[in-house]
């Protein structure tokens, strides 16, 4: 079983919409959004919800108004800046809870509850492509990574049981802790970046990231055409760093006219887009060990 | 006034707004990076650094002599940063979140304050705008205690400059971007009138309208997409402060790095237009009276 | 005394190794001399955020082995588990708990080095 894991770095290189024409064009897949902070793979492919299950992570500090006696001991210990004064007595923001648990341990009162967080639910999915596993946080909510961990675990369950061989993942921008779990366990990384200042200088340190947690990384350059001359650099840099370049694809407004119909741009009819796009995949299989 | 420059989806405008805005704005005026794991303001600003410090977070140091192991640390450690089994003690400062919660609680006073690197923030002078931000270290997971110790210096700053200040947030609407945006004036939201981009900005009017502070959406790449986010922002009265037409010349040239509000006069004029809309959004008192004067 | 602890699926010796250390169902704790078992249920590591590992690593410690046997660890339960002095045999993901425990005793069993499993 081989786990793919598509990154960026950089938002808005086109991580999403490559990952949905990736889940057309491959065979027997599992497919996953880990993207669970902003996820819109379901977008393109429009799930039918088997299974819903809550997610809980961590806790929240509430402070029972009656028996809190007002010495402010917690907002003193909160390094959070989370517990502010009220009229009553003391609250606490749960915005700004860490969900450390100090104030309920320090609190002379014992005026302070601790429950579970509940921070959003995941879902088991039916698409036209295959079966997605997916999520959403509730808005605001923390991001360290569990989530993406018990989406990963069951896809992988999920592949185990069907005999399939490949688990897809749509990644985060970033290289924050939920990009770190995306990493984790997989076979290959493919970063989607753009011929601009930002797209190359993200590129580099979402690629440090996968090298720091020794992750292949294979690269696909999006938008092409908008900078050669940034595309020449990008191309220089992955030399050097042996990242095969698996495309080099153009700016093609196809990709919004499929997303706006809710299609992945290889269901529309055949463009040099798809076309390039289609060789990519065939090399991320031949690159993943993939023996299809 | 601080404004936050948000977004739900990633690659909207964010910095391509900021850099924009705060080159363009009347008065003194401060582009703050806050999105410390993929910093970009830099690029278009091109700032002359003045100076930078490396950020730390205290992270519990064990002198094992005074240990009893008597666990109480590792009990209250929420995060499994302490670990204290048999006659071992062991931390994994990685995942310590800095609460100093062991270090409070310890009876014997065996734990004192050590350090993890977060990364580095540096400042400096663009012409006539200034510029501080945070550069996350490559493998630190956790971008909110680098971002506090950012705003804790715009805080500094600020009161000595006594402008304003402009940041430039993270993507999408988990604990990094709610960071970014929480501590500021008027919150800005960019988008682009793309399914994707109406899905996240509705993620993000969720996560940040209970924050309290006016908020406003600045369109970008207008013409291309639908108009589902006109019709979103007219449902919840959400007013759109500037539309960015959908143009390949303008995307050619931010993939050159040029800020946008340079390229010509009527995309100067979008920004000047924005800025006034943001003034006027974050003190609708002091523009009232203007009028009456 | 010698007691190992392997991670099962099961309180029994006829259940199979559980492949994950961290969010393993339990451990199966064996005594070489006289394969007398006891359980010990891993619920409480398995709902944590992060950790899960090292939670894991506390209870195997408290219970006094010198050797754990399992599919994979991470590098953080591994330094946990090398901290409190116990061994750890990796790659017994697809036999029995009673196989395992029968590869050890035969000295089959390779002591790791280091975490098979990079880390999150």
Redesign the interface.
């Known amino acids: 079983m081989r786990e793919i894991i598509i990154i ?6 086109g991580k ?1 919409s490559l990952t949905g024409a990736f889940a057309h064009l491959a065979a027997d897949k599992i497919i996953c959004d880990l993207d669970v ?2 996820p ?1 793979l379901h ?1 393109l492919l429009q799930p039918t919800k088997e299974r819903l299950e809550e997610f809980y992570v ?2 929240e500090a509430e402070i029972d108004a009656e028996k809190c006696d007002g010495c402010g001991l917690c907002a003193t ?1 909160c ?2 800046g989370a517990i502010r004064e009220n009229g009553a007595g003391f609250a606490v923001d749960p ?2 809870c ?5 104030c309920v ?2 609190c002379p009162a014992a005026a302070i509850r601790f429950p579970e967080r509940h921070c959003g639910h995941w879902y088991v999915s039916a698409t036209r492509f295959g079966p997605l596993v997916h999520a959403q ?1 509730f ?5 360290s ?1 569990r989530l993406v961990m018990v989406l990963k675990q069951q896809a992988r369950e999920l592949a185990k049981a069907r005999g399939v061989d490949l688990v897809l993942c749509d990644g ?6 939920p990009v ?1 779990s995306s990493l984790s366990g997989a076979h290959l990384a493919v970063a989607v970046t ?5 797209g190359r ?2 590129l580099e ?2 690629a ?2 996968c090298r ?2 020794q992750t292949a990384l294979a690269v696909i350059i999006n ?1 092409y055409d ?2 050669p001359d ?1 595309t020449a650099r990008i191309e220089v840099f992955c030399h050097d760093e042996s990242y095969p370049v698996l495309a080099q694809l153009p ?1 093609d ?1 196809l990709v ?1 006219t499929a ?2 119909q ?1 299609l992945v741009v290889t269901e529309l009819p055949e463009s040099d887009f798809s076309r390039e796009l289609g060789q990519a995949w065939s090399r991320i299989e031949e690159l993943a060990g993939l023996g299809r | 006034m601080i404004v936050a420059i948000a977004s ?5 405008g964010k ?1 391509t707004v900021a850099a924009s805005l705060a080159t363009i704005w009347a008065g003194e005026v401060l582009g703050v990076d806050l999105d410390v ?2 910093p ?1 303001l830099h ?2 600003l091109r700032p002359a650094i003045a100076g930078s410090e490396m950020a730390h977070m205290t992270v519990p140091t064990v002198a094992e002599a005074q240990c009893t192991y008597c666990g109480a640390c ?1 009990e ?1 450690c ?4 302490i ?4 006659q ?1 003690i ?1 931390t ?1 400062p990685e ?1 310590c ?5 062991c270090i ?2 310890c009876p014997e006073k065996a734990l004192s304050a050590g350090q993890r690197e977060l990364g580095e923030i540096s400042w400096g002078q663009a012409g006539g705008v200034g510029f501080l931000a945070g550069r ?1 270290r ?2 630190e ?3 909110p205690p680098l971002m506090r110790r950012v705003k804790a210096r715009l805080d500094q700053m600020l009161a000595a400059t006594g402008g304003d200040a402009i940041i430039d947030a ?7 971007a ?1 960071n970014a945006v ?1 501590d500021s004036d008027v919150i800005l939201l960019v988008t682009e009138p ?3 981009g109406v ?2 900005f509705q ?2 009017w ?3 309208t ?2 309290g502070k006016p908020m406003g959406a600045v369109i970008n790449r207008a013409g ?3 108009d589902a986010i006109y019709r979103f922002c007219q449902e919840k009265g959400l007013p759109i402060l500037a539309e960015i037409p959908y143009d ?1 010349a303008i ?2 040239a ?4 040029r800020i946008i509000a340079t390229v010509s006069t009527g995309l100067k004029a979008i920004f000047v237009s924005l800025r006034d809309q943001i003034r006027d959004l974050a003190q609708p008192n002091r523009s009232r009276e203007a009028a009456h004067a | 005394m010698n007691r190992i602890a392997v991670t099962s699926e099961g309180p029994s010796l006829d259940d199979q190794v559980d492949p994950r250390f961290g969010r393993a169902a339990g451990f199966v704790v064996v005594d070489l001399e006289t394969m007398d078992t006891q359980y010990i249920d891993n619920g409480q590591s398995q709902v ?5 590992g ?2 894991a ?2 209870l195997v ?2 219970a006094g082995v010198s050797c754990l046997l399992t599919g994979s660890v991470g590098p ?1 339960a591994f ?2 588990l090398s ?2 002095g116990i061994k750890v045999g990796q790659n017994l993901e697809g036999l029995t708990v009673r196989a395992a425990v029968e590869r050890f005793k035969n000295n089959q069993v390779e002591i790791a080095q280091a975490a098979n499993r990079a880390g999150r």
């Open positions: 960026s770095g950089k938002g808005g290189t999403t902070d902003a819109d977008l961590g806790h210990m390094q959070f915005v700004r860490e969900g450390c648990k100090v341990a320090f946080l808005p605001g909510a923390e991001n990574g985060a921008p970033g290289i924050g802790c770190i753009e011929p601009t200042p930002s200088h993200d340190r979402v440090a990231l720091h947690f938008k908008l900078n940034e700016h407004p919004t997303m706006i809710g | 739900g989806k990633g690659g909207t910095t794991e993929e970009n690029l278009f590792s209250l929420q995060f499994k940063a670990s204290v089994f048999n071992v062991i994994f995942m979140h800095g609460c100093g919660g409070a609680i996350l490559i493998g997971a956790m971008s993270p993507p999408g609407v988990s604990c990094p709610v929480m793309t399914p994707f899905y996240d993620l993000a969720e996560a940040f209970p924050l291309l997409g639908n390949r995307a050619e931010y993939a050159r790095g | 944590m955020a992060q950790g899960a090292i939670q690593a506390e410690a408290r953080k330094q946990a901290a409190a």
